[in-house]
């Protein structure tokens, strides 16, 4: 793959293609398109890719607009799709075909003789983080397709979410099924798997279920990101693929694409073993910006979690547009936004400043998508300080005069109900598992990372052993409850209902 993509950008500067010129790509998963995204990256030009099964006339839309100079493609699709467009493309110079054994004209090149005379050595210019990478095109369902920018600086989000959204890890088998001509394909079939140097699978063939089991299973898939279109389908087959394929390997199944139906969250867990994480991003966000993290217990029908940096709120458009207003209340229905910053937040729409300016009010991104916030919040129980901060929330939203807050803290009982439960219901191994997690010993372990003076670990023990008795002390010296008091503040005052 280095020595591919060097020579493909030495290509490049042999036609004459330069720092922030339009490279476009019209093919499906075959290795020329992920050489040309990489090469054309390093020459410091602008990989835009394209939907091969496009018509013509969608294709000509993406290739005015985006000023498309290079367009690679196969010879297939040239003659499809490309050579009746050519008199309306006065700026495409060059079409290098992957497949074609010799050129067609002078302006269309077969692309392996290319490579084959190019160097294999090529020195990257220097790039800023503000440097034009990325040109992504919106579906263009609502109207003329959108040419959204990303930048260089957008990498640092796609290795981020890699991690957190995706869990990436070097030693992963990971396979995104989503088509290099979108984002998805792009973001999380190129870049991110490679920024965590993960096994990262490619398949050029269209779907069909029994062979994407058999690839799962033959291939030893760890963590697969998927469409709810091909989860429907695959939910559609009658019986039990884990009785017919070996899909131990596989840790976790994202979804993207569109909301994820609360049924196909419930059937990956009971026919794949596993939940199904969705999530929720835009060509506009260049990536994930809402998750359920792999350490998530999943509630169907969410989107999650924003990931770290990100800011999300429920908002409502004034009359006027030009102002907005955060729905605080949970359970209202409002337009998803967003605050600007984020690292992959599109630049611009290419030749569009004014619909670009639009997108933004009063210090929001405003996505266009629906969505509401849920009143209940639940927290790892067994993490103190997220514990701490969870409840700080609560008490500042109950405070806030907003009624009440359901904080969910999710715990693990080390013990037995009681001395005769024999505890049938779960392994030892489990337990033993979960006790490594203890919120004590693993808070002290935090503490001693920033104190890292034994003295000062062993002064603060002292103190709260000192808290702690003081309180006891406190308690056993007080009057008893009665016990017809035990229940207050347990049932609702009928009376007053």
Known sequence: MHTWT???ANVLQRLGVGKGDRVFALAGRIPALYTAALGTLKNTSVFCPLFSAFGPEPVRQRLQRGNAKVLVTTERLYRKTIAELRSALPELQHILLTDARENLDSNVWALEPLLAQASSAF???RTRADDMALLHFTSGTTGMPK????VHNAALMHYMTGKFALDLHPEDVF???ADPGWVTGTSYGIIAPLMHGVTNLIDEGDFDAERWYGILQKQKVTVWYTAPTAIRILMRIPGE???RYDLSHLRMISSV??????????WGQQALGLPIHDNWWQTETGGIMISNYLSMDIRPGSMGKPLPGVEAAIIHRSNDGKTVEVIAQPDQEGELALRPGWPSMFQGYLHEPERYAKCFVSGWYLTGDLARRDAASWVDGMDVLAVEASAAKACEYIRAGNGPYFLECRTYRFRAHSMYDP???REKAEVEEWKKRDPIPALIRRIAQEMPAEEEVAELERQVAKEVDQAIAFAEAGTLEPVEHLTRFVYS???RV
């Open 147 to 150: 040419g959204a920018i990303h």
């Open 6 to 8: 060097n020579r493909f």
């Open 493 to 495: 005052d009928r009376s």
């Open 257 to 266: 694409g569109e909301p994820l139906n609360p049924s196909a969250v419930i």
């Open 123 to 125: 020195t990257i210019p």
């Open 241 to 243: 693929p884990r009785a």
């Open 175 to 177: 396979w995104c099924t």
């Open 423 to 425: 505890e049938l219901y």
